[in-house]
C-alpha cells in the first residue's frame, strides 16, 4: 500500500466519522421514568422534560419526582452513549487504539 492510498483512505474515514457524529447530534433521545419524560439531544443538552402528573405538593412525592428526573435523564445519556457506540464504534476498534 502506498503513503497516498493510506492518505485517502483515512480521510474518507474522517468524513464517514464526521458524519455519523453530526447524525448523532440532530437525533433527539428520550428517557422515560414513572410520569417523567426528559429529551436530550445528541450532545446530551436537555431539549425538554415533561412531567404527566396534576400536581405534586407533598415533599415525598418532590423526592420521587427528582429521582424519576435523574433516572430518566441517565436513560437518555445511555441510549446516546450506545447510539456512539453503534455508530462509530467500528471506526475506533480499526484505527487500533489511535483514537
Known amino acids: 500500500m502506498n503513503m497516498n492510498m ?16 453530526e447524525e448523532i447530534f440532530k437525533t433527539n433521545y428520550e ?4 410520569f417523567v419524560t426528559v429529551v436530550l439531544s445528541g450532545k ?6 415533561k412531567i ?6 407533598d ?3 418532590i423526592d420521587a ?7 430518566a435523564h441517565n436513560e437518555a445519556v445511555s441510549k446516546i452513549d450506545k447510539d ?4 462509530l464504534g467500528a471506526y475506533a ?5 489511535l483514537m
Open 93 to 97: 476498534k480499526g484505527l487500533n487504539g
Open 6 to 21: 493510506i492518505m485517502q483512505q483515512a480521510q474518507k474515514m474522517q468524513r464517514v466519522i464526521t458524519e455519523k457524529q
Open 65 to 71: 419526582l427528582q429521582d424519576m428526573i435523574k433516572i
Open 59 to 61: 415533599a415525598e412525592d
Open 52 to 57: 404527566d402528573t396534576p400536581s405534586l405538593t
Open 84 to 87: 456512539v457506540e453503534v455508530k
Open 31 to 34: 428517557g422515560k421514568s414513572g
Open 44 to 49: 446530551k443538552e436537555m431539549v425538554s422534560i
